[in-house]
């Protein structure tokens, strides 16, 4: 089982769409959390870290499920600026690796 | 703007070439990464500098070889490289090591003939 898993997609949208993406990790131990959002030839930007309260920021909302394991972003109000691909990013405190998830195309249409 | 740059941002050599990345961050960060993006595959890290020594080499091969000469500049020294070497390489920084906060230079697109 890899260690940090992400559906690729791709999600196609309308604008004004709700879309989520979930991650899910193996390691229980697993410490931060984090989501990436990266433009077609560019590189990764931090979007948001995602807290055990969950984290809050205009449409963009993402949670950790740690019984699950698995943390989830939500987009509310989709533009055609967030197409995207978005990499979930997993912290292990043993050893203290980062590790990303392969990543979810997101395209949204007008 | 970008706080870390990379050069060049194009690279094509052949396979018995000697070539450089270099990567410069002006954030005053204290850890240095180099990951590996190839087409649908995760970021692979390669090598992790903090406070510019060397605390990680993930598995990497001897082709590839980091240089840390202070806590703003890393290179990845490239020779006699494969085709399947040719990806994106990523330089990225944080200001403590593995916070999960990177910031990531644009890349250099290395292509391997």
């Known amino acids: 089982r890899k260690e940090v898993e992400q559906d690729p997609g791709p999600f196609n949208v309308p604008e004004g769409a709700t879309v989520a993406f979930n991650c899910t990790y193996s390691n229980s131990a697993s410490q931060s959390f984090f989501w990436y959002r990266q433009d077609c030839r560019k590189e990764p930007k931090l979007l948001m870290s995602?807290?055990?309260s969950g984290n809050e920021d205009g449409r963009f909302t993402a949670q950790l499920n740690r019984a699950s394991q698995y943390i989830s972003l939500l987009i509310r109000d989709s533009k055609l600026s967030d197409s995207a691909t978005y990499l979930c990013?997993?912290?292990?405190?043993?050893?203290?690796?980062?590790?990303f998830g392969a990543g979810t195309r997101l395209f949204v249409k007008a | 703007e970008t706080g870390v740059t990379q050069t060049p941002r194009h690279l094509v050599m052949g396979m018995t070439n000697k070539k450089s990345l270099k990567c410069e961050q002006h954030?005053?960060?204290?850890?240095m990464y180099w990951y590996k993006q190839s087409a649908k595959k995760p970021l692979e890290l390669m090598f992790v500098y903090n406070f510019k020594e060397q605390t990680e080499n993930n598995s990497v091969p001897s082709r590839f070889s980091p240089e840390c000469p202070n806590s703003s500049h890393l290179f990845l020294h490239l020779h006699t490289l494969q085709p399947e070497d040719s990806a994106l390489y990523l330089c990225a920084s944080s200001q403590e090591l593995n916070t999960g906060e990177l910031f990531f230079g644009e890349g250099s697109r290395l292509t391997v003939l």
């Open positions: 990013v997993v912290i292990n405190t043993g050893g203290f690796k980062t590790i």
């Open positions: 954030l005053g960060h204290n850890a």
């Open positions: 995602v807290y055990s």
